[in-house]
């Protein structure tokens, strides 16, 4: 249960501010905090600093023990950013070595994202950043590492090899290196973030404890970016996380509860400046985090299964426990639905002898929906506990919603 300060500081590293937000999200009951981009010398934007992985003095004159010590005590593990394949031009590490990055020819690539590739499969680079990285590890208290690698391998030739195509041994060294630092740190859990979901596969998912699903974090894009990247990845490994009333990316609005349900199924997390939320809103997260959790071991151990419904407005999914006595069923209402007849929900995968308990497990959306019958209060069967063969057969029925709302619906022997 994470939180990440990306969005809500950006690269204004303040000790003060963070402490307060690492208060608050201590408060709503987060288990892990975590430092983004910024923290290291010359970071003021994404212009300059990458390569130079060392604490930035002028924004932390008593390097990150400060912080560290704060989100400790209160609780919580203590997470740090690096995009260690990565450097700026303007970069120390750069002046000192033009000759480090990946290029097809004997001149500087083209610039993304102000930035450069440092060739790995130069053993001179490899070893320096093996140096690096577990000095700041060793020095510092840290339970988990954001690593990230934010452009392309364009123009992927090692100076190093003549020149030599490098796109397969860079992604070897990576390994490598990535192997060395777990070996040396084996109680850091690692997160695998490229661009977002740039860098998930099942070779890097050996070496991960979680991946970032995408740097989109609106909840209405994210139903389909969960849904289908966890295809190939289980939900547990997928970063997703409640972000802020308005999307920094798409500038849609969506409700806490929406957003909240749209994560609770991956690695439930928060993107989120809480110094912004009312207390309301952070009494109502606090419900979502404890929501997570005492979800979390169906959630994160049973069968992931996709409900098929007759209105393309509405998704629905689930979890179903391995011992089939007990699941979560999420009945996603997209959009506005063309007609108000309602969907059934088959829930597949239940043991069809046993009796189920059918019952709201979130929050119920009490405004009304123009021709659809409100939801009730006992749950979707009216109290009435039906059959796994019932609910495979027939299924749960429930109205039209408001878009932008999802249901949750708890299935217990």
Known sequence: MTLNVWEAVYFDHDLDRLRGLADLAAQVGVERFVLDDGWFRGRRDDHAGLGDWYVDEAVWPDGLAPIIDHVHEAGMQFGLWFEPEMVNPD??????????VLSARDQVPLLQRNQLVLDLTNPEVGDYLLARLDELLSLNAVDYVKWDHNRDLLEAGSPKHEFAPAAHRQNAAFHRLLGALRARHPRVDFESCASGGGRIDLSVIEQVQRVWTSDMTDALSRQQIQRWTAQLIAPEYLGAHVSSPTSHQTGRTLSLDFRAATALFGAFGIEWDLTDASPQ??????????????????????RVVRIETNDPAVWAHGVIAADRRRALVAHVQLDESAHNRGVRLRVPGLDEATAYR????SPIDEARVSGAVPLDPAGPTGGVAVS??????????LPRRRPEHIQLIALET
């Open 91 to 100: 970069s120390d590490l750069y002046r000192a070595h033009p000759d480090w």
């Open 281 to 302: 809103d952070l009494d109502r997260l606090a419900g979502w985090v404890d929501r997570h959790k005492r979800w979390r071991p169906l959630l994160h151990s049973g």
């Open 358 to 361: 059918c019952a709201w497990a």
């Open 388 to 397: 796994g063969a019932a609910l495979a057969d027939l299924g749960l029925w």
